[in-house]
């Protein structure tokens, strides 16, 4: 009867402190009527905002929100790879441009910001031959994406 009282007495402390916690003014709440690539793009613009403010596992959170949402979209995985980056997460660069590039298709310009993400961060990796081979990568894209224009 004692720790049935005391199991009353902790839930009660937890659903008070819990409607006593402030709102978190960084997270993002769909509107009625929202299409998904709607939200999408707003958890993408607040992502990109607390990382500009340097809050960075605040904007992986976002990040990761909206790829839950839209887990085909690549230029989600790049951003993600860009923020893991800044917070010297190398392997997870890596895996994550890699993972943007799959999805990239004919966007060209993204899957060469992908190569030179994954260049940089195999550089930081110490790994200089993977490193000059995604550069090389970019470099030859680069190449074709501008015969195009000719």
């Not at 790829?67 to 790049?78: K, Q, V």
Request: overall charge positive; aromatic content about 8%; some cysteine.
């Amino acid at each position: 009867m004692h720790s049935y009282r005391h199991l009353h007495l902790v839930l009660g402390l937890s659903c008070l402190l819990l409607t006593a916690c402030p709102v978190d003014r960084y997270t993002v709440r769909p509107q009625t009527g929202m299409s998904g690539k709607q939200v999408v793009q707003a958890l993408a613009d607040a992502a990109s905002q607390e990382k500009q403010a340097g809050r960075f596992d605040n904007a992986a959170g976002l990040y990761e929100r909206a790829l839950r949402i839209e887990p085909g979209n690549a230029g989600l995985w790049t951003a993600l790879a860009d923020l893991r980056y800044d917070q010297e997460q190398f392997r997870q660069v890596v895996a994550l441009t890699a993972k943007s590039n799959t999805l990239a298709g004919d966007k060209q310009a993204l899957r060469i910001r992908n190569w030179r993400l994954m260049g940089d961060a195999r550089k930081e990796l110490g790994e200089d031959q993977a490193a000059k081979a995604a550069y090389d990568r970019a470099e030859a894209l680069e190449a074709t994406r501008t015969r195009r224009w000719f």
